[in-house]
């Protein structure tokens, strides 16, 4: 028997993992128990395995054990799944915050995060992204590269712009205030789908308030076990939002969105933060939310036939399932097609598709083939990296469907209907 990892963030989250009985319901939802068909890579597994390294039973240098979690997308699917309300996000970020102290990441995890941790080398990588996108060099590269290394730039095509509306919002209602969390990916690559965000939400009546000196949200690193890391950005981002003085702090990114609405925990042992981390996941909200509690406001006709694919930090983490549908139904001409499997992980999981893309690409098969039986024009989702891991597949696969967020449908719809289309 080896020592038990006593004070580590694991065993400090021991009561939830003492909440599994291993009923196994959640295997069926568990995206890599589906596509690798071995227990030790689904929940029940993990959460045995976490327990094994817990009680001395398992080493927590064990390269076979590790890689069983570095194998998980933490796509909290077996949350939705567990009658027990096992916190398996929260576990996963402390059994991966315990291992990075004895092993370090990967190079190339650790590089990317580090680059996301430094707000001015975070922008000067996307806009290189962007100059590559503009130039076509991404679009060469995608074709000639083989199939794993052209995977990055087929996924830096798919943020290319799709709509090209530009409108001033004239809203008839004055309703609340809000912040927009610029994020990293989102402002870096998907300034329209940010812009869109911010017009949508005037045009329905609230009042957008600037919060300057935002850093990342946070998530790439908490998920990683970096959870330092993690507390010096979420701090960085209370900051700007309380300056602000909004009432709400919109996200349009699923996985920041939670990330947001977790900052009390991330935050709950550091007495001078806590309150404040509080409160500000408290006022977080997804942009479709408050489309949805304010109608939305009916846009001109978009001619569409759409499959909404359901981000899994909107739909596990955040219990959001309505309000996006709710927005994409507010689009008059537009057909809403039913996508299978819709709260299925695509694959993306932040930097996942980076560092295990043979297990992302065998995640996002079955999506692919499900996309293609809708015979949909776009496949709405709300959250970046699903955006370009889908909008890549596409691609890759020579499907005609193109990937969007759900307000670049309904900002498209508000600027034909100010256009007078």
Request: net charge neutral.
């Amino acid at each position: 028997m080896r020592p038990p990892l006593t004070g580590t963030p694991l065993d400090l989250a021991r009561a939830g993992l003492d909440s599994c009985v291993h009923c196994g319901f959640c295997l069926q939802s568990c995206p890599t128990y589906l596509a690798l068909d071995d227990e030790n890579d689904s929940p029940r597994g993990r959460l045995l395995l976490m327990r094994s390294m817990l009680d001395g039973a398992l080493a927590a240098d064990d390269a076979d054990g590790r890689s069983h979690f570095d194998k998980c997308l933490g796509c909290r699917a077996c949350e939705t799944a567990c009658p027990s309300g096992v916190p398996y996000g929260h576990l996963l970020e402390a059994t991966r915050a315990t291992l990075t102290k004895i092993r370090p990441l990967p190079l190339a995890a650790r590089l990317i995060l580090w680059v996301f941790a430094h707000p001015f080398l975070m922008r000067a990588a996307m806009s290189v992204g962007r100059v590559a996108r503009s130039l076509r060099v991404s679009a060469a590269l995608a074709a000639i590269l083989p199939r794993r290394w052209g995977a990055p730039f087929r996924m830096l095509e798919a943020t290319r712009p799709v709509f090209t509306a530009s409108y001033r919002a004239s809203p008839s209602v004055t309703r609340e205030t809000f912040a927009l969390l610029t994020g990293c990916v989102m402002d870096g690559l998907y300034e329209r789908t940010n812009a869109a965000t911010s017009r949508t939400l005037r045009v329905n009546g609230y009042i957008e308030c600037a919060a300057g000196g935002q850093a990342c949200c946070g998530a790439l690193h908490a998920h990683a076990g970096d959870l330092a890391a993690a507390r010096r950005m979420a701090k960085r981002n209370i900051v700007a939002f309380e300056d602000s003085g909004a009432e709400f702090v919109v996200s349009n990114a699923a996985g920041c969105g939670a990330m947001l609405k977790e900052y009390g925990h991330l935050l709950q042992d550091d007495a001078a933060w806590a309150h404040l981390a509080a409160r500000i996941a408290h006022r977080a909200r997804d942009v479709t939310e408050l489309l949805a509690a304010a109608g939305p406001a009916r846009g001109a006709r978009v001619e569409a036939r759409v499959t909404y694919d359901a981000p899994c930090h909107l739909v596990h983490a955040q219990r959001i399932t309505e309000p996006p549908l709710k927005v994409l139904g507010a689009i008059p001409g537009l057909t809403l097609v039913p996508l299978a499997d819709s709260d299925q992980c695509c694959g993306a999981a932040g930097i996942y598709n980076l560092l295990e893309p043979a297990t992302s690409d065998a995640v996002l098969e079955p999506k692919l083939a499900k996309i293609a039986e809708t015979r949909a024009e776009f496949v709405a989702t709300g959250n970046p990296g699903c955006l370009m891991q889908i909008g890549a597949g596409l691609r890759r696969e020579g499907m005609a469907a193109r990937a969007v967020h759900p307000v670049e449908l309904l900002d498209e719809a508000y600027g034909r209907l100010v256009a007078g289309d």
